[in-house]
């Protein structure tokens, strides 16, 4: 299973990255690389002065939404992190 390269979400839209630092996930087990990331820095500098001003209860309910779409997700996130890591189901 290939996995490709990941996009960032910034400013609420997925973006390709043009950042020239690329990190690799390894298969560790065949030394492969199974997918790349890149980092999203300004963005997150960006944002990081209105999500501090953001109230507590808001900013738990964007991790109750998260919490949310990974239970949604669990299969296929439980297959990623098995190839990431190569273990048997």
């Known amino acids: 299973m290939e996995f490709g390269r990941g996009r960032n979400l910034i400013n609420g839209e997925w973006v390709n990255s ?27 500098k960006e944002a990081f002065p209105e999500g501090r001003s ?4 808001a900013r738990a309910r964007y991790l109750f939404r998260l919490k ?3 239970e949604e997700n669990f299969g296929e996130l439980s297959i990623v992190q098995t190839k990431e890591h190569e273990k048997k189901r």
Do not use: Y
């Not at 950042?19 to 999203?40: C, F, G, M």
């Not at 953001?54 to 209860?57: A, D, E, K």
């Open 18 to 44: 043009n950042s020239k630092e690329i990190l690799e996930v390894r298969n560790p087990a065949l030394d492969e690389v199974i997918a790349e990331v890149h980092q999203a820095i300004q963005g997150a």
């Open 54 to 57: 953001t109230p507590l209860p």
């Open 68 to 70: 949310e779409i990974l």
